[in-house]
């Protein structure tokens, strides 16, 4: 059923009686040409890319709890193209571009709002390095701007600019930066794809690889019993080292864990989405009122999707150092999840060493603004067997050659990305 | 300001304190209470229904509970920068001059605008925005979202700074208890008893749990006399602490639990000198929740009516406060301890309209009780309520069997039983399980070290709450090792619950499940139907949930309904994951003292107030302040200051103040190989009394860090790293002595903070330096040739070092003075210095000279680069293993094609190359195939009159001579360059040998 | 030649306010203490040489040096733990310079002049614990950090070495901290403002409490 | 979380910094590219007990090898580093 203001109000004279699941409720087939682990965003993206784009129908989306359970639900809610190295900028811009037309692709409102995303910066160094980049999203023929700190206090008058420790200088400004509903991504994603045919499987977890005398993967055994598959396609994000074990295969993968805080709803606040530079923090507010905002990962190895107090505390005084106006308002919820933080901080999209098996990994904690260009480049790799011209650089083997891509110069050392 | 009679304040009773009475406002109209009201008693006493607006259609609500899980009246409590938004007024204290105000609405709480929501109600279900607002896609965020943004939220932020101060606080202790009912108090006797150190945690201002309502009889006595006496024995102890007006709100790993005092939240400001609100960490080896139970509503059409109200909650307010929130009253329950509503406002003189009980069977006791009162009991279930913002007329009951009767009341009060508090037991992502002779979720496991007693393990019974609380205090000192007596349990009856389920009452019009967000029973239903089935889509398809009272009220009602549609049993439907913090917690509070100036904490050099002084500027740099510049009077700007002192120092002689350089003491017979190891060239061959600048790599063969190491000694080495790693080499240096390569007997101290350390340079050098140290000292070329380093006496006697090594290309020596002498020696130099014209000069300048001699730095070294790019890749030994050796010889990090370091500088001489900028080919268009690099870092040069820069350029330095283009979209600046030799200055080394 | 003399300045000499301050009408709750101009030199074993160390350390002070998070009183120093295998000695007038102390044990152990790397505050009073608990993640229960216990730990993000003296005869305890010279005047200020609300005493002092 | 430093005694995660994996051991200087990228890179990212390094930074400035179970965040053995303090390694 076609979503639309007139179909809702339909809708209302029947009590809303009338109205068909979102997508699906699939039971797995005995064999699917692709069969994609993992029904977060990027797994359902990847799916409605192959039925849309490439014309592969006969897909199942494996997901072992409810779809959107892991990091697609569980995000600020950011996106932006504001990236400065080869390779990360073509492909989130890529990404961006398909959160512009994501509502009218999908027909689900996934409440894309480019309300801007500005990156703070508090030191010249800090205004250098941002110049770089906001140089290479131009060159790139993305949209970026430098804002001095005349510019920042005009759209922002709230923060301290007055006595901060490390006063605002100014920000690298990105105007097609902003937020989308992260769960809706999911739902409209299931939505669309369901309609194309693909089957969404819940409640369905991967117990191991199916492999052939050639040592090809043919299929999974799940918790709803064998799958066959021409290709498996995994997209399980903070479990990649987990069920790429069960293939014999080592990443160069961490699994970390990132809080995440939203406080109590209350009406509009900030207007779009904010970075300090001198501290782990970063907020937007909600449709619905809240502040959605985080800060640095905890920095240990976990799979507990939860975190402890020193992050949240370190969170919150950033948020006080850059507008204290905050104080009052009441963090309503925290929750963690799960990171696959990767050795040089961007993703790997790419086929693995065993035959029939492809890697969709190494977010980091920037795996939501890329959900809509990871389904198209991840779907484009199952397709063809070859990358996206987009995605050329994200190759699994870019750390044994020495061409990794480190945007913030930390090396091989995942919590520090 | 005293306001009108308190027409529903009962004569006598209560917990209020009459001879403290107190003036209030809320929507601007004065009122009067009692010390010991909460804002909601207050309102309630005063007469006061409807208090706010509801989330989505506007609807009139008012008071629905007692505690913090109310979902309804929510206020704007306080003023101007203190007003805080969705505060709940039934569990603000009252105050003197407290002002308040109603939420959501335009143009005032009675007559609200936005009430026309629900006129859109049919349309407004579950979700209905992902169905709509997408064409046209430009109208999302210029109409849509900006419209439904004002609409949402609730209370209004400040906007402005919170004037308050907030810090934080660590405690320790054997045993923390959460909530003083009986099972808390109990926990709390046994466990203080047996010798343990207790903190027992209270988020009410008054200890005592629901007896301060309900009252009961413990050890023979009134329960509110076992209080009295019980908080008496427990102050006796030594190392019981009992914190009132403090929530706990999380428990997360290693026994660490979070806390929330609200300190003077009860004052209209805090005193002075003291905070607003108090974070707690405390740190428990055993931990009891105690924290009781939630009495749940019964989702029936018309059930957020003001007036309906929880059956616990008109007890409160009638007992506790004295207050009646109506005076006839009907009371729908499914359960026994609903009964109790009946005592309690018979008792206060009210009337009892009705009893509407669920259950098959009332007991004889209750049937006479009614018949002596003249109430009816009727069973069934509330099907409807007359009524609106003006509260509860009549409501409508649908009898066992098909009939309806209609009852006159003027307030509802309504149990469906009680669940318990399970967050925190369950916030290690534990799931409750169901117990069903209460028809709730009990927890099932908890985080390790903690435990639930009383209500919050299921126990509802006044007595199986005191056996529980005691015998897990008993069992908590025990586990600590606390091995005294804990003597006997306090005991009280246990009284029987018994409850029949009843969730949904089905029926025409709205019935809530969550009041605050407006989810109804049909919300839950479309849910359902559209595929939302497990109950975290349920969750975020509804927003169930997820308001300011986090579902206390409305969640299991929300998963009993959903598990009803779906065919599936309650425990089968499942919980949501249990999220931190129970109970919201001020941000302002998390942050502490950490905010504005204190941040971060300031690191000062040693010559930072004689720097002030002068008048420098400062410059953070990390926690560093560092002067940046000297400004003179006269001076127009900063370039015109650093073009100064550049000038002085490479003309005469100047100072500049770098104690920020990490120092390390490398200690030990193997110094010179761990060195070896740490560093790509060699050390163990310095010489003693010689300095060798030194480049790191990480393991990943990337540049780490540079600077200068000298030897002082045979097995003493005294190693310099940038100011920024300083922290993170130390680090990394302990980590190859104590894990990569253990058996060097090497050792490492930090003496950053020890030595004061000054770079003097320029061609006077030697002459100021000669005023300052002792005559004795040869300070000649041959005496301390470039390069050298050793210790040496000043005049005045004191032991520093020299250092002949040099940063700005000039005759320079690096001088250290113990640290305390630091702003001496910047007096002294001054002092010494002003025939020779002596110059201070900061950061910037530094940075000048630097690029014009073609030293790499932080831009630079950007965790990226290798030894190579930077033009140091003679420096990497093949003699010898080092950190990162094998790593930095991959194909793509020794590609001919990488960016490497390279000078750059304007064709015209007027142009001002900026940091940032981008190269591209002469005559091509920008683009990613055409971006070959970027300028790193940028300096007016004095020596040259012209702006000049180092930068990052695809084989650059194979293309030293070729004019390209720098482009900066950003600044709109585009220039013809050359690229260069990064040397610009004195290039064959000259200045700083001679 | 110019005139000039060492003034030697302690890192609190700007930030520190003697007298009373924060809450009035009160007696002070807390009191700071700076002891000024001290000699600390920090000493550390070398490899397999820990045996060797104790025994030059006791000879030197009479007392075996702390080989667990301990500050032990001398006659004239305290030999205060601060990691495995190496402590700090700490004394005023010259008594436990570099200079001598090398000759005395740089056979088993390498030394490192911290004397000028350090602030040293004494912090005293009814409200020490409480205030000190604002600051600190250690328990400071008299059973936890009995008279003589030190711990190498952080405030303030900030390395620092606490240790338990010797009460005052009032029975107060006696909390000492080392600070880092350069963040000292940021984190005294952290501290006035922990114990404002007590209200505070603010002294130096040429001697140890 | 709190972790026992075997010097200090239990003490609050802030005073740590976190290294990662203590089972990847640094080859030898002899050891091809394969071997010290395998070293660099390649994790197992366990699901359960880890032995991981820590460093008490702000603390004794020892570093530790932690047993810790990441699922849980439980931690079940604190060790010292193999050369902390004046430890004799080796012969």
Known sequence: MKYSIFSLARAAFSGHKTWQRTWRDASPKDHYDVVIIGGGGHGLATAWFLASEYGVRNVAVLEKGWIGSGNAGRNTTIIRSNYGLPGNTGFYELSMKLWERMEQDLNYNTMVSQRGVINLYHSDAQRDAYARRGNTMRINGIDAELLDLAAVRKMMPFLNFDNARFPVQGGLLQRRGGTARHDAVVWGYAHAASALGVDIIQNCEVSAFVRDANGKVTGVETTRGRIGAGKVGMAVAGSSSRVAAMAGLRLPIESHVLQAFVSEAIKPLIPNVMTFGAGHFYVSQSDKGGLVFGGDIDGYNSYAQRGNLPVMEDVCEGGMALMPMIGRVRLLRQWGGIMDMSMDGSPIIDRTPVDGLYLNAGWCYGGFKATPGSGLVFAHLLARDEPHEEAARFRLDRFRRGAMIDEKGQGAQPNLH | MVGRAQTHRLEKGGLIDRSAPLGFRFDGKTFAGFQGDTLASALIANGVKLVGRSFKYHRPRGILTAGSEEPNALVELRNGARREPNTKATTAELYDGLEAASQNRWPSLRHDMMAVNQLFAPIFVAGFYYKTFMWPAKFWEAIYEPAIRRAAGLGRASGVADPDHYDKAWAHCDVLIAGSGPAGLAAALAAGRSGARVILCEEDFVVGGRPLADGGTIDGMPAAEWISRTLSELAALPDVRIMTRTTLFGVYDGGTHGAIERVNDHLPSPPEHQVRQRLWRIVAKRSIVAAGAIERP?????????????????????????????????????????????????????????????????????????????????????????????????????????????????????????????????????????????????????PPGMVAAG???????????????????????????????????????????????????????????????????????????????????????????????????????????????????????????????????????????????????????????????????????????????????????????????????????????????????????????????????????????????????????????????????????????????????????????????????????????????????????????????????????????????????????????????????????????????????????????????????????????????????????????????????????????????????????????????????????????????????????????????????????????????????????????????????????DYDVELCSPVFYDPDGGRQRG | MAEFSWVSRSPLEQGLVTGVHGARGIKAGVLLTEIRNFDLIQVMARRGKGVQMASAAEARFGVAAPDVPKAIQTADASLIWSGPDQYFVLSKGSKHTMDTLTRALSQSASLSDQSHARALIGVSGTKARAMLAKLSSIDLHPQALPIGTAAATSIDHTSVNLWRGNDRPDGQAVFNLLVFATFAESLWHTMLDAAAEYGVDIRHSEEFA | MRIVCPFCGERELGEFTYLGDAKPVRPAASASEDEVFDYVYLRDNVAGQMSEYWYHGGGCRAWLKVTRNTLTHEISAVEPAAGVGARKVGA
């Open chain 2, 298 to 446: 019964i989702v029936f059409a018309g059930n957020d009516t003001p007036g309906v109200m929880m059956a616990s909650a008109v007890r409160s307010y009638v007992e506790r406060y004295a207050a009646t929130p109506a005076r006839r009253i009907a009371l729908f329950t499914n359960n026994e301890d609903g009964w109790r509503t009946v005592e309690t406002a018979l008792g206060a003189g009210l009337q009892i309209a009705a009893v509407v009980d669920a259950r098959p069977d009332v007991s004889p006791a209750h049937r006479a009780l009614a018949a002596k009162a003249g109430f009816p009991i009727m069973n069934g279930s509330v099907g409807g309520v007359d009524g609106g913002k003006h509260g509860v007329r009549k409501i409508t009951v649908s009898l066992t069997g098909g009939a309806r009767a209609e009852v006159e009341a003027d307030g509802l009060a309504v149990s469906g039983g009680w669940n318990p508090a399970v967050g925190l037991t369950s916030y290690h992502r534990g799931r409750p399980k169901w117990q069903n002779d209460i028809a709730a979720f009990v927890p099932d496991s908890a």
């Open chain 2, 455 to 973: 209500a919050a393990n299921g126990a509802f019974s006044l007595g199986a709450c005191l056996r529980q609380g005691f015998a897990a205090g008993a069992a908590a000192a025990q586990d600590t090792g606390r091995s005294g007596k804990a003597g006997t349990a306090p005991a009280a009856d246990d009284e029987a619950f018994s409850l029949t389920p009843l969730w949904h009452v089905a029926g025409k019009g709205k019935a809530f499940v969550d009041y605050q967000h407006d989810v109804t029973a049909s919300d839950i239903e479309l849910a359902q139907r559209e595929g939302f089935e497990s109950v975290e889509h349920l969750k975020r398809y509804t927003t169930l949930g997820m308001a300011t009272d986090q579902g206390k009220t409305s969640n299991v009602a929300g998963l009993a309904i959903m598990a009803a549609v779906s065919g599936k049993s309650i425990p089968e439907t499942g919980t949501t994951i249990y999220r931190p913090p129970y109970v919201p917690v001020a941000i302002g509070a998390f942050a502490g003292h950490h905010r504005d100036e204190n941040f971060h904490a300031t690191r000062l050099t040693p010559s930072h107030h004689w720097a002030s002084e002068q008048g420098a500027v400062f410059v953070d740099t990390g926690l560093w302040k560092r002067a940046q510049w000297y400004p003179r009077p006269g001076e127009k700007d900063w370039l015109e200051s650093v073009t100064r002192e550049v000038k002085a120092v490479r003309g005469g002689v100047g100072f500049c103040d770098v104690s920020t350089l990490g120092k390390i003491d490398v200690h030990g017979p193997d110094a010179g190989a761990f060195l070896d190891r740490v560093y790509i060239n060699t050390f163990s061959n310095l010489a003693v009394g010689k300095a060798r600048y030194g480049l790191m790599l990480r393991e990943d063969g990337i540049v780490y860090d540079d600077g200068t190491t000298s030897r002082l000694a045979e097995d003493h080495y005294f190693l310099t790293t940038t100011t920024a790693k300083a922290g993170l080499v130390m680090q990394h240096l302990e980590f190859c002595r104590q894990v990569l390569f253990p058996e060097l007997d090497v050792q490492l101290t930090s003496v950053s903070d020890q030595w004061a350390q000054f770079s003097i340079a320029g061609p006077k050098t030697r002459d100021l330096l000669r005023e300052i140290v002792d005559p004795a000292e040869d300070l000649s070329n041959e005496g301390f040739p470039f390069m050298g380093a050793r210790e040496v006496t000043l005049r005045g006697g004191i032991k520093g070092r020299l250092f002949r090594i040099s940063f700005s290309g000039e005759m320079a020596f690096e001088i250290s003075v113990p640290a305390r002498y630091g702003d001496a020696l910047a007096r002294n130099l001054m002092l010494a210095g002003k025939p020779l014209g002596v110059t201070p000069y900061g950061t910037e300048a530094l940075g000048v000279m630097r690029i014009e001699k073609g030293h790499v730095a932080g831009p630079e070294l950007n965790g990226t680069t290798t030894a190579a790019d930077l033009g140091l890749g003679k420096m990497m030994s093949t003699k010898k293993d080092y950190i990162g050796r094998v790593m930095a010889g991959r194909e793509a990090l020794v590609a001919p094609d990488r960016q490497v370091v390279v000078g750059i500088k304007p064709v015209d001489k007027t142009s001002r190359l900026r940091s940032g900028a981008h190269i591209i080919p002469k005559g091509r268009t920008p683009g990613p195939d055409t971006d070959q690099g970027y300028v790193t870092s940028v300096c007016f040069s004095p020596v040259l009159d012209q702006w000049i820069g180092l930068g990052l350029v695809e084989r650059g330095r194979e293309r030293i001579g070729e004019i390209v283009h720098t482009h900066d979209p950003l600044r709109g600046e």
